[in-house]
């Protein structure tokens, strides 16, 4: 990824795989970030010609990217009623989900100890593509398809225009893709349109697919698979 200069020294550590911005702020507090031979603080700016060192003990940090098929009543966001993804699959090295999938819905949750990719999945700056396989009831009508496809309006918000098409001949599960993520969308979509979600499953967030993961378990995410990831997201 190129980076443009002058840029803030937390955002040059995270671009450069030493750490997240916020990471990047605490090795900074710990005197461990060097610009140009002087201690580096919080907010100072790199330039292009710049030379910055980080005395740190070790190698830049190694992340790992884990794809994880969530089940229903687990969330991603846990309050007193439920318990999230940490609490009921042990992962190798600590991580955590990045996004939300409410605790109704299941499918894909991209989970990592890499927090730069927090904002480039979740920012609406960027448009990544997510697909979900929903199922309704009652029936729908081709009518029903064009009006979520052109944008509805829900609480004072329209959402874009997306694509939306039925699963073969069904009448009642359709698939969706979004580059959008305001809270319960596609739950809220449908309601605006007198139907109501009764199943609700996320299939694939940019080029990663869930395919044939078991419910409640995960795959890791590597090989050309995680360098286009990183690349789509501008890591890389």
Known sequence: MKISYPIRINKYLAQNNYSTRTGGDELIKKGLVFINGNKAVLGDQVYENDEVVVKTKGIKKEYVYYA???AT?????????????LQVTRFPTKVFPVGRLDKDSHGLIIVTNDGRITDRLLSPLYVHEKEYLVKVEPSFSDKFIELMSNGVRFDRFVSKKCK????????????????EGKKRQIRRMCEALHHEVIDLKRIRVMNINLEKIPLGEF????????NEFLKLLNLI
């Open 219 to 226: 795959r890791e995410i590597k090989g050309q698979e995680l």
């Open 68 to 70: 994880y098929n969530k």
């Open 164 to 179: 939306v098409e039925r699963k073969e001949k069904s009448s009642n599960t359709f698939k969706i893709i979004l580059t």
């Open 73 to 85: 009543g687990i969330s991603t966001n846990p309050d007193t009623t439920s318990k999230d993804i």
